[in-house]
């Protein structure tokens, strides 16, 4: 059974810096991209980034520059690093993982209808 559990959630204030971590039971990191989601309130989930099993990493043009995805594979964990925070930013932000997603991850951020498994979320509120 693959899971994926989100933390690293938590009110910063604008400017600030927070990490994501996304811990991944029951695959194998050849099978699957791993994408970051996030969910303002009022709004529908969007896509953040992603990294393929080759490693390869994409972004919204939103975060790119401020947010960096990466991949421990011996921990089996993905991270989002995520600096110059801004209220903007605040959302619930959520993991997936996707099969047969390499070729679209090396392209462009993959939509959520794509994945097949998702973590249940962490809150992320960046606030004075």
């Known amino acids: 059974q693959l899971q994926l559990v989100e933390s690293g959630g938590g009110l910063v204030q604008p400017g600030g810096s927070l990490r994501l971590s996304c811990a991944a039971s029951?695959?194998?990191?050849?099978?699957?991209?791993i994408g970051w989601f996030r969910r303002a309130p009022g709004e529908e989930r969007q896509a953040v980034s992603c990294?393929?099993?080759?490693?390869?990493?994409n972004y919204v043009d939103s975060v790119k520059g401020r947010f960096t995805i990466s991949r421990d594979s011996a921990k089996n964990t993905v991270y989002l690093q995520m600096n110059s925070l801004k209220p903007e930013d605040t959302a619930v932000y959520y993991c997936?993982?996707?099969?047969?997603?390499?070729?679209?991850?090396?392209?462009?951020?993959?939509?959520?209808?794509?994945?097949?498994?998702w973590g249940q979320g962490t809150q992320v509120t960046v606030s004075s």
């Open positions: 997936a993982a996707g099969g047969n997603l390499d070729d679209y991850c090396s392209n462009y951020v993959p939509p959520q209808s794509l994945y097949d498994y």
């Open positions: 029951g695959f194998t990191w050849d099978d699957y991209s």
């Open positions: 990294i393929n099993s080759r490693g390869t990493r």
